[in-house]
């Protein structure tokens, strides 16, 4: 007979508890080699140790049973090189979902100390935006689109201003984007260029004008911009200025620039009615 353990010294060498490995057999995750039909005890190979074994850290990492048995069923499919890809692809894309879970997760305890720590109250100052020339793409943007018509926006820009180097590209948004999630946006990169012949219908020649806001310099993801919204619009307002019905965003640095968003800076820029406001500011 083939050697055979019982689940109490199964139990042992995996460190696992009976209890567990139960639950195993209940949720068919890892089935006894053998169950003694009359006593209904169970018995277990050694080759089922590394089974065993990767269950348990691949729910300690929260695996969905799913597609933990997916998973398994991979595994015991042979050893060939298309069931391991599959395996192996199955534990990636959970490790890349925990991986995004923990920078939210990071950034959000980041956020939350700042928001716990009067010291580090953020800089604000009101300040006059030049006017300027920009090529830009402006829509109405439907309530839960996402974020595919700003990559549509920039591709479009893109296409049209090419290799010729230009200033950081900005947006303007109107404040119910967030608040009621649609609205007026307008995306757009800065050019002296004349917009050429062929340019996709959407991207227009605008000039903005020279407009006042409080403005403040965001770092890191843009997760968190919330945290540059709520300083301007805050100091907006305690310093009397009425608020216009747009926000405008530069992006200093950003993911055109680098893909590693700690190093992203983002101006925000809450525009506000010049004419009001203290005259001490």
């Known amino acids: 007979m083939a050697e055979r353990w019982t689940i109490g010294e199964f139990s042992r060498i995996t460190h696992l508890s009976i209890r567990s490995l139960r639950r195993y057999h209940e949720q068919d995750l890892l089935v ?38 997916r998973f398994l069923q991979a595994e015991s499919a042979g050893e060939g090189a298309g069931s391991r890809s599959a395996a192996q692809e199955i534990v990636a894309a959970h490790l890349r979902r925990l991986e995004d879970r923990l920078g939210r997760t990071q950034r959000a305890v980041e956020a939350l100390r700042e928001l716990l720590d009067p010291v580090t109250a953020r800089t604000v100052s009101i300040e006059v935006l030049p006017a300027q020339r920009v090529l830009a793409v ?16 920039m591709e479009e820009l893109d296409a049209v201003v090419g290799q010729r180097p230009v200033l950081p590209p900005g947006g303007r948004y109107q404040h ?30 605008l000039r903005l004008p020279e407009r006042t806001a409080a403005v403040t310099t965001h770092t890191g993801p843009h997760d968190d911009l919330d945290l540059a919204y709520a300083a301007a619009g805050s ?18 640095i950003g993911p055109r620039d680098t893909d590693v968003p700690e190093r992203w800076r983002t101006l925000v820029a809450w525009l506000v009615a010049p004419e009001t406001g203290r005259s001490s500011v």
């Open 138 to 153: 402006s829509l109405d943007v439907p309530p839960g689109a996402g974020l595919s018509w700003y990559d549509t926006a």
């Open 235 to 252: 100091y907006a307002g305690r310093s009397g200025f009425r608020s216009q019905d747009y926000v405008e965003e530069v992006y200093l």
């Open 32 to 69: 006894p080699a053998e169950v003694d039909p009359a006593t209904g005890y169970r018995y277990y190979s050694p080759v089922q140790v590394r089974s065993a074994l990767t269950i348990r850290r691949l729910r300690d990492l929260d695996l969905p049973l799913a597609d933990l048995r």
């Open 176 to 205: 119910t984007l967030f608040t009621e999630g649609h609205g007026r946006a307008t995306v757009y990169l800065p050019a002296e260029m004349p917009l050429p012949p062929g340019a996709p219908a959407t991207v227009r020649e």
